[in-house]
């Protein structure tokens, strides 16, 4: 059997580093296969009793995170500053007349 170098199984940490130059935590690793980001989670499988992937499934991961981020505006979508702001101040107004209206 020929195993071609992206299907080789890696520990989760090695393989992104292979991929991508950067080596994440161990525990971020873990949570991208367990728990996903962003609603992508990373494809695995369990050898030995220890989690692993190959570079073909870093790079499809990576792929579908960006996909999401980028697409159709149902993924993670970055609020403008302003817009925190206001909705803070909006808060804090409310705040201040509950206060008002208890008597506090």
């Known amino acids: ?57 870093v790079r499809q991961f990576i792929a579908e995170r960006t996909a999401k981020a980028e697409g159709d505006g149902s993924a993670i979508q970055n609020t403008p500053r302003r817009e925190v702001t206001r909705r803070d101040k909006e808060i804090a107004r409310a705040n201040a007349q509950l206060d008002r209206e208890l008597g506090k």
């Open 1 to 57: 059997m020929n195993v071609q170098k992206d299907d080789e199984y890696l520990p989760i940490a090695v393989a992104f580093e292979k991929e991508t130059g950067y080596r994440p935590a161990d525990c971020t690793a873990w949570r991208w296969a367990k728990k996903g980001c962003g609603g992508v989670k990373l494809e695995t499988r369990m050898f030995g009793g220890h989690r692993k992937t190959t570079r073909r499934f």
